[in-house]
């Protein structure tokens, strides 16, 4: 009941900057209660990056160390990740998710991913 459609991705030199989207679209955008990115690098799990839940509360992961933003913009159900001071180690398939309130659970839909590779 959610398609989402992410852009953004490509390859950068490492201290470069980019900026992903994710667009929703569907007929349950209207129930989603959380937007985020997720990442995932060859050999490692799925690592979370940010998320905001209700719009308004903004989570991290240790490692952005204040180099990344999430914003989202309710009107048009989209969240975008602005990533500054790319390093290698950020190289990664990038993933859009966003949980939708369904009774009293949250289930969650998956971009199918875009790639950053920064180069050193």
């Known amino acids: 009941q959610v398609q989402l459609v992410e852009s953004g991705g490509g390859l950068v030199q490492a201290g470069g900057s980019l900026r992903l989207s994710c667009s929703a679209s569907g007929r349950s955008i209207s129930s989603i209660e959380t937007m985020g990115w997720y990442r995932q690098a060859p050999g490692k799990q799925r690592e979370l990056v940010a998320r905001i839940i209700s719009g308004a509360i903004t989570i991290y992961a240790d490692f952005v160390k204040g180099r990344f933003t999430i914003s989202r913009d309710n009107a048009k159900n989209t969240v975008d990740l602005q990533m500054n001071s790319l390093q290698p180690e950020d190289t990664a398939v990038y993933y859009c998710?966003?949980?939708?309130?369904?009774?009293?659970?949250?289930?969650?839909?998956w971009g199918q991913g875009t790639q950053v590779t920064v180069s050193s």
């Open positions: 998710n966003v949980e939708i309130k369904r009774d009293y659970s949250l289930v969650p839909y």
